[in-house]
């Protein structure tokens, strides 16, 4: 037994020495770039979070149990790995006790022998062999070969995944060998509960060679595979829980996070700041945080299958964008790392790969890929390893728009009007109270302090009180809250852009501008509430004023009007006989877990019929409109609003109401290409829930 435990022994040692180096190198390449304080601050300061998202998402699984097949697969071969531990530790005692005393037949001390512990073990080892058939089967349905772009796994490196899986078959087996082996030669610690391989003692022939060929395969095949994995993507066994560990809470949605430099925010009236590191422009400016990122993919393609851009043939693939990242960054390691050493490199060729643009027509994004995206969310909400796809698109389109200048044309006039006017359409700052004119009562405009009796600032917001259907809401909003009792007040032309699109197209100095004059306003008012109709301005200013001192207590129209409605102070009595679907907006879904209100609301007016989509609240499909997307042509692929509607139309509805202006708009645009072309009835419109709900109070004329 002695030959067993050198041979054992050196085989780890080697292979712990060549796994090290691999992790060592990961580890200096992840340094390479700014650092990420804040991740490390909030995790330090958050402990009770962070120890939760590891119970909920490393342990429990809970984003990949959303996809029950593969999920419960994975679930049992990651427990696998946890709780074989313990055969890893028995199978080293035996070897080093059979070298000692002769016979191989160590336990783990108190729990060794506890049966229990074998047949969880067993238990464990055979679900996991179960899990590996499924993710084989689930492969072979999804093959890229069959189904092309509508696989997950179009881009994957397939080749390495099939590799993994070999191997984890291999460990399972090699262990029920040398278990079996053991029960045969009488040095199984279990008497009961290891019920696999008590039966395989059963058969196998007593051989003290036999057991000792499947302990130094079992630990053969572990070792092997522990070098697989730091060399591939199955990494993510290792970096995951760290990725989990570091992401931005409650989860990289909501409000997107402040451009640093150096981990520090920017302060753009600092003479020394130097704008060439504004945002990403080369693979060394990624953080550490976005080393994990890349560390981490798993190549499952859930983030792919769930992406609006990807579904309309778009070239983006949040998959792919953080792939092609991630083998740039191995491919110019060695010269990156040597760089930063002070090395200083003479050779073109290598000049060229460590200055090689992130994004470009000959960089390592294509622009189309970085401009496809609508920030719609679906991506980050799928991850299981909470990988943070639009912080990694927003740094790159900063350095895009404040470097580069290179940006759609269309947006630039967005931009220019944002400027100029406060607004995206450009209109005078004067016509944001036009809409208070249409109504038959008073509605109170914030000169210089709010009203003492006021208890919410109404944020109308640019659409809310410029676009003609969009207008129909605000009006809605501002009848319900009325008829309710609630006392509020609006800004009028002392209201601006919150910046959202500009924050969200990458010009990050506009939005800081913006962000700081209203900020400015609504402390001087004594603002302390706010009700918002815009789900973009919800967001900006709930998760991202506070960023910039401006901190409020910030509802969504559907959240307050659901509340009015609970305590009786809307009674919805007017029956609408409609059949109604539901598109839950992207940045008050995914973005801020608001779904239930809307439908809440609705459920409580008399005679509608509710039916949903098929891809609805966490998985549901932008209308195409984020990301600044609402001011840029879409002319690759589908246009995603169209997509939507025809999902919709699959429910024939009377009504499709949603909750958000931005919403309005590009659905309905689709829908009234629909009635054009005769494919959508004649009376189907697009409305928003406030809308159903002040047909349903008013009393019938």
């Given at each position: 037994m002695l030959w067993v435990a050198i041979i054992g022994l050196v085989m780890t040692v080697l292979a712990v020495a060549v796994a090290g180096r691999r992790v060592l190198f990961l580890y200096k390449l992840a340094t390479v770039g700014p650092p990420a304080p804040e991740r490390i601050e909030y995790a330090k300061t958050h402990v009770g979070d962070e120890i939760k998202a590891q119970l909920v998402e490393v342990f429990g699984q809970k984003k990949l149990l959303k996809w029950t097949p593969s999920g419960v697969a994975h679930f049992f071969v990651m427990w696998a790995f946890f709780i074989l531990l313990t055969v890893y530790i028995e199978a080293y005692g035996a070897i080093i006790q059979g070298a000692i005393t002769g016979r191989p037949n160590f336990h783990i001390p108190l729990i060794g022998t506890w049966g229990v512990l074998g047949f969880l073990q067993d238990?464990?080892?055979?679900?996991?062999?179960?899990?590996?058939?499924?993710?084989?089967?689930?492969?072979?349905?999804?093959?890229?070969?069959?189904?092309?772009?509508?696989?997950?796994?179009?881009?994957?490196?397939?080749?390495?995944?099939?590799?993994?899986?070999?191997?984890?078959?291999?460990?399972?087996?090699?262990?029920?060998?040398?278990?079996?082996?053991?029960?045969?030669?009488?040095?199984?610690?279990?008497?009961?509960?290891?019920?696999v391989s008590l039966a395989l003692g059963d058969v196998l022939p007593q051989s003290a060679l036999l057991e000792e060929i499947g302990l130094l395969l079992h630990i053969g095949f572990m070792l092997v595979f522990l070098i697989i994995v730091v060399n591939s993507k199955h990494l993510h066994i290792f970096t995951a829980p760290l990725n989990v560990l570091f992401s931005r809470r409650p989860d990289g949605l909501g409000g997107a996070p402040e451009l640093r430099v150096d981990g520090k925010p920017v302060d753009f009236e600092d003479e020394d700041l130097d704008p060439e590191r504004l945002g990403r422009g080369k693979i060394a400016d990624t953080t550490w945080k976005g080393f994990l990122d890349f560390y981490s993919c798993t190549e499952c393609g859930r983030c792919q299958s769930q992406c609006p851009a990807w579904?309309?043939?778009k070239p983006l693939s949040p998959k792919m964008l953080i792939l092609d990242q991630r083998d740039h960054a191995f491919a110019v390691a060695p010269y990156l790392m040597a760089a930063q050493n002070g090395v200083e490199h003479k050779d073109a060729d290598v000049l060229a790969l460590l200055e090689k643009p992130l994004v470009g027509e000959e960089g390592v994004i294509h622009p189309d890929v970085l401009w496809s995206c609508t920030n719609c969310g679906a991506c980050v909400e799928q991850c299981p390893v909470d990988i943070e796809h639009i912080d990694h698109i927003l740094d790159m389109r900063r350095y895009q728009v404040m470097v580069e200048s290179s940006?759609?044309?269309?947006?630039?006039?967005?931009?220019?009007?944002?400027?100029?006017?406060?607004?995206?359409?450009?209109?005078?700052?004067?016509?944001?109270?036009?809409?208070?004119?249409?109504?038959?009562?008073?509605?109170?405009?914030?000169?210089?302090?709010?009203?003492?009796?006021?208890?919410?600032?109404?944020?109308?917001?640019?659409?809310?009180?410029?676009?003609?259907?969009?207008?129909?809401?605000?009006?809605?909003?501002?009848?319900?809250?009325?008829?309710?009792?609630?006392?509020?007040?609006?800004?009028?032309?002392?209201?601006?852009?919150?910046?959202?699109?500009?924050?969200?197209?990458?010009?990050?100095?506009?939005?800081n501008m913006l962000a700081q004059q209203n900020i400015e306003t609504l402390n001087e008012a004594g603002v302390k509430k706010i009700v918002a109709t815009c789900p973009h301005c919800f967001n900006t200013l709930a998760?991202?004023?506070?960023?910039?001192?401006?901190?409020?207590?910030?509802?969504?129209?559907?959240?307050?009007?659901?509340?009015?409605?609970?305590?009786?102070?809307?009674?919805?009595?007017?029956?609408?006989?409609?059949?109604?679907?539901?598109?839950?907006?992207?940045?008050?879904?995914?973005?801020?877990?608001?779904?239930?209100?809307?439908?809440?609301?609705?459920?409580?007016?008399?005679?509608?019929?509710?039916?949903?989509?098929?891809?609805?609240?966490?998985?549901?499909?932008?209308?195409?409109?984020?990301?600044?997307?609402?001011?840029?042509?879409?002319?690759?692929?589908?246009?995603?609003?169209?997509?939507?509607?025809?999902?919709?139309?699959?429910?024939?509805?009377?009504?499709?109401?949603?909750?958000?202006?931005?919403?309005?708009?590009?659905?309905?645009?689709?829908?009234?290409?629909?009635?054009?072309?005769?494919e959508a009835k004649e009376s189907l419109e697009v409305v928003d829930v406030a809308q159903l709900l002040i047909k349903s109070v008013k009393s019938p004329s």
């Open positions: 238990f464990i080892a055979v679900a996991c062999l179960l899990g590996l058939v499924a993710f084989a089967v689930i492969r072979v349905k999804n093959s890229p070969k069959q189904l092309g772009r509508r696989s997950r796994f179009s881009g994957s490196h397939l080749g390495g995944a099939w590799l993994v899986l070999f191997m984890i078959f291999n460990i399972i087996w090699t262990l029920f060998l040398a278990r079996g082996a053991a029960a045969a030669n009488g040095n199984f610690p279990y008497s009961s509960g290891a019920f579904n309309t043939d940006f759609p044309s269309e947006a630039g006039v967005m931009v220019k009007n944002l400027e100029n006017k406060g607004n995206p359409w450009g209109m005078s700052e004067m016509k944001r109270a036009d809409w208070i004119e249409e109504l038959d009562f008073e509605v109170e405009v914030v000169e210089d302090k709010m009203p003492e009796d006021a208890e919410y600032l109404f944020w109308v917001g640019c659409a809310g009180a410029l676009e003609d259907r969009a207008k129909k809401t605000t009006k809605a909003v501002a009848e319900l809250l009325h008829i309710a009792g609630v006392k509020f007040a609006v800004l009028g032309p002392m209201e601006a852009c919150t910046g959202d699109p500009a924050r969200r197209l990458g010009m990050e100095y506009l939005f998760n991202e004023y506070p960023q910039l001192g401006g901190t409020y207590e910030v509802v969504h129209h559907t959240q307050l009007l659901a509340k009015l409605v609970d305590e009786g102070k809307l009674t919805p009595i007017t029956p609408i006989e409609e059949k109604i679907t539901y598109h839950d907006p992207c940045f008050l879904g995914r973005h801020n877990k608001v779904y239930s209100q809307p439908r809440d609301i609705m459920a409580k007016v008399p005679g509608v019929q509710t039916q949903e989509m098929h891809r609805h609240k966490d998985r549901g499909f932008c209308c195409g409109a984020g990301g600044a997307r609402m001011w840029m042509e879409e002319r690759i692929g589908k246009r995603i609003n169209t997509e939507r509607v025809d999902e919709a139309l699959t429910t024939n509805p009377d009504t499709v109401s949603t909750a958000c202006p931005f919403c309005m708009v590009m659905l309905g645009d689709a829908i009234n290409e629909k009635k054009n072309n005769g």
